[in-house]
């Protein structure tokens, strides 16, 4: 079976789920049934076909599940209510090729508590809340996945035992009422690595990165900066190496590349953050790859990985 209908958890990594417990599903009340028929300890995969459904997808208990979005168009998890994902518990979701998008006005996007949650492939967008609140020791990883224009910020991380895990991945255009419009890390843990966190916050509070209590983690070969430059907050006790930023004394291995601008990549207008090819000699030689890393962009292109090469989630 494939690697992303494979269970997640330590104990059983890599054995797959029998195919029973695999359900296509084509429209809300049916994902809505196939979720209210989960029992403890229950695992399962639900593959949904393109459209919108209005179920908030909840999970606790010690529940194991993947939702995958089935073709080119993925399918829109609204949501019903106050959150479109919801992982408690000892309960760990995998979401692939899927958008989560709650408009109500106390929608937000994934919130987890639970033991882990894997987003691939997917895009955490255009939220009336945060996009992302993770916290109780919930150890998140986004791989090649968007946080964008959430209007209560983009990802929280809130508290001893909780990391994020984000790679070939962007935050970008979040709003945020307070400071840490994109990410804010309190008493947590955070890696990221080829990423773009960019242009997060309001004009008068510009925040990309903002750290809380006993920070800890690194960020590495990735792009961050605001447009009134400095938007990274009291985050010295992470490791910074090998990026493009707009704050200086975080490391010398770091490029300042100063305030953002749009020109930088293709299109931010419509969430496309590849290079754009007129800026490359500025992005040039700045991230080295380290073991561990991912070996292809967010396009499946080659990292180099005995030579610099550029960060973020390109390699043009």
């Known amino acids: 079976c494939p690697q992303s209908a494979c269970h997640l958890d330590g104990s059983d990594a890599g054995a797959c789920f029998d195919a029973a417990d695999v359900t296509m599903v084509a429209n809300t009340t049916e994902l809505s049934a196939a979720l209210a028929a ?35 168009v993925a399918p829109t998890l609204t949501g019903n209510g106050p959150r479109s994902v919801e992982i408690s ?4 979701a995998y979401l692939g090729n899927v958008d989560i998008s709650n408009s109500d006005v106390f929608g937000g996007g994934v919130f987890c508590s639970g033991l882990a949650v894997w987003i691939d492939d997917s895009i955490v967008r255009g939220n009336a809340q945060l996009g992302m609140d993770i916290s109780a020791g919930c150890v998140t990883h986004l791989r090649r996945t968007g946080v964008q224009t959430n209007d209560g910020g983009g990802i929280s991380v809130d508290g001893l035992g909780t990391h994020l895990y984000a790679e070939n991945s962007v935050i970008a255009g979040n ?37 809380l209590g006993d920070v800890s983690g690194e960020v590495r070969n990735s792009i961050i900066s605001g447009p009134n430059g400095n938007s990274i907050n009291a ?63 967010i396009d499946g292109d080659p990292i180099p990985t005995e030579m610099a090469s550029f960060p973020g989630y390109d390699q043009p």
């Open 89 to 92: 518990g000892n309960a760990i």
């Open 175 to 211: 709003i945020g009422p307070v400071a840490g419009a994109g990410i804010r890390i309190i008493a947590a843990n955070a890696e990221l690595t080829y990423s773009v966190v960019v242009s997060n916050g309001t004009f008068a509070a510009p925040v990309n990165f903002e750290c």
């Open 38 to 72: 989960l029992g403890p300890d229950d695992d399962a995969v639900f593959v949904l076909e393109a459209g919108a459904y209005g179920v908030t997808v909840d999970i606790g208990s010690d529940v194991e599940i993947a939702i995958l979005g089935n073709g080119m």
């Open 235 to 297: 985050c010295d006790t992470l490791t910074w190496n090998t990026n493009a930023l707009d704050t200086d004394n975080l490391g010398a291995t770091n490029t300042n590349i100063g305030p953002y601008s749009n020109s930088w990549f293709v299109d931010p207008g419509i969430g496309d953050y590849h290079l754009d090819a007129t800026q490359l000699p500025m992005f040039m030689d700045i991230a080295m790859w380290q073991k561990g890393d991912p070996i292809t962009d």
